[in-house]
Each structure stands twice: as C-alpha cells, then as structure tokens.
Nanobody, 111 residues
Framework: QVRLVESGGGLVQAGGSLRLSCQATKIIFSTKTIRWYRQAPGKEREFVAGISSNGATDYAESVKGRFTISRDNGKSTSYLQMNGLKPEDTATYYC?????WGQGTQVTVSS
C-alpha cells in the first residue's frame, strides 16, 4: 500500500525557517510529481509547491522566493524548505502524489 508520511512541522517565530519532509513508500517515487498543499483552520486546502519527475518546480505566488521544494529520489523523499516564515503560513501541510495524501504536519508561526 502506497504511503506518504510528512514530518518536520513545529512552532517557529516569524522570520524563522523549517524544513518539511515527505517520505513515500511502495511507489516508484522517481516517476511521480510531488505536490505540497496546506490548509489553515476555516480555509480551503491550497497548493503551495510542486516538483515534477524531471525536477521542474512550481510555486504559489504567496511563497515564491521564500519556499523551496526539492526531491531525493534515492530516499523517496521530497522536502519543502520554508524560510522567512510569516504568521499567515500557519497551517497543516500535506504532500500529495497520484491523488494520495499524507496525514499532514502542523506548522505554526508566531508573530
């Protein structure tokens, strides 16, 4: 069974950094596009960043220049490096591939 597991969330002050990880199992990871989404309380889930199998990346306007998505196919893991965090980045962050989702990891940014 394909499984995605996010980790790396936590509480950080505004301006700080976090690196999220998304590890996949039972999947040919290198051939899949990986996407990160987030959902804040009372809001809809929104796209944050994506990386294709050939390494092409895409970002939401709200995180461009602050977040960097990457992948390590040898470890079947995607990373989301988040710098310059803002209180509005507070949300549960999820990774997704082939319409499968992880359980999410909570990011809280204090002002």
């Amino acid at each position: 069974q394909v499984r995605l597991v996010e980790s790396g969330g936590g509480l950080v002050q505004a301006g700080g950094s976090l690196r999220l990880s998304c590890q996949a199992t039972k999947i040919i990871f290198s051939t899949k596009t990986i996407r990160w989404y987030r959902q804040a309380p009372g809001k809809e889930r929104e796209f944050v960043a994506g990386i294709s199998s050939n390494g092409a990346t895409d970002y939401a306007e709200s995180v461009k220049g602050r977040f960097t998505i990457s992948r390590d196919n040898g470890k079947s893991t995607s990373y989301l490096q988040m710098n310059g965090l803002k209180p509005e980045d507070t949300a549960t962050y999820y990774c997704e591939t082939v319409r499968l989702w992880g359980q999410g990891t909570q990011v809280t940014v204090s002002s």
